[in-house]
């Protein structure tokens, strides 16, 4: 079982961006570091654990949006005081109804 998300992210200090995983994000749906980096720091930011992803470290998938508006899903785990995205997309129909659900419900607020 993975530790509670925001013990985990409270021990992070950045990303980690190399050849490994930013090209990959990229290339594969147009996401660009930057756009992932936001998700974290906007409201909302749903997150739950991964575990049929998880079988050698835990893995974490993120909805969420860009300063632009841009909703996506973030797939991410977290090696010493770094996140490192895995890899990133558009939300789906499905997700984006969720995330809808969840800003209505919450009006964007962090606390609810």
Not at 26 to 41: A, K, L, N, S, T
Not at 44 to 65: N, T
Request: net charge positive; aromatic share 8%.
């Amino acid at each position: 079982m993975a530790d509670d998300i925001g013990t985990v992210l409270a021990g992070t200090s950045g990303f980690q961006w190399d050849e490994g995983n930013a090209p990959k994000v990229v290339d594969r749906h147009g996401v660009e570091p930057g756009e992932c980096e936001q998700v974290f720091f906007r409201v909302p930011f749903l997150v739950s654990y991964d575990p049929a992803h998880s079988k050698e470290e835990p893995r974490w998938r993120a909805l969420g949006r860009t300063v632009a508006g841009r909703r996506l899903l973030v797939v991410f785990t977290v090696r010493g005081p770094l996140i490192r995205v895995l890899a990133a997309r558009d939300l789906n129909r499905k997700e984006r109804a969720q995330y809808a659900e969840i800003v209505a419900r919450t009006k964007g607020r962090p606390d609810v």
